[in-house]
């Protein structure tokens, strides 16, 4: 049986290091889930404010890691786990990315939404933020293109 427990970044981004196919350790976060099977750690999920600063409102979540051994419904188990954790402590939004050939199985388990428009999902993101103006260090993150999927705290009239 798998149950989750808050774990340290330190103890996720341990865990991420080791696992994860195309993501670094967070720099930073809110809180931090760990997912057991029995004593033994399959995944962490890891929840920061979001990347995007327009999306910064205070009342905005995002999931910016989902990492696990392959467990099965770990992954599920995780999102909807730090879905509740978040919605618990006033978040009206969760938010998340993920690779555009990634079916996001896991989030739509997990009660969430893919968005999308007009029936299509959007592409968000892809490229570099280096700029001639500003140059930075290249991404160790994919810089494609991702999909967003979101939930909303269904308590918060606010929210919609």
């Known amino acids: 049986m798998l149950t989750l427990k808050p774990i340290s970044l330190r103890e996720a981004n341990a865990f991420v290091s080791t696992n994860h196919a195309h993501h670094p350790p967070a720099r930073g976060c809110k809180f931090s889930v760990g997912c057991y099977d029995g ?6 999920a890891i929840v920061e404010r979001p990347k995007a600063r ?3 409102d205070g009342w905005t979540l995002e999931l910016s890691r989902v990492c696990t051994n392959r467990t ?16 618990a402590i006033g978040a009206r939004r969760m938010l998340s990315y993920v690779l555009v050939d990634e079916a996001g199985t896991s989030y739509r388990a997990a009660g969430w939404s893919r968005v999308e428009v007009d029936g299509a999902p959007v592409e968000y993101g892809g490229g570099e933020w280096s700029r001639p103006s500003r140059e930075r260090a290249p991404s160790q993150s994919p810089t ?5 999927w979101e939930r909303l705290n269904p308590d918060c009239a606010e929210a919609a």
């Open 144 to 148: 494609c293109a991702k999909h967003r």
């Open 72 to 87: 099965p419904h770990a992954a599920s188990k995780l999102i909807a786990g730090a879905t509740r954790a978040a919605f």
């Open 39 to 44: 004593a033994r750690l399959v995944g962490v």
């Open 54 to 56: 327009m999306l910064d």
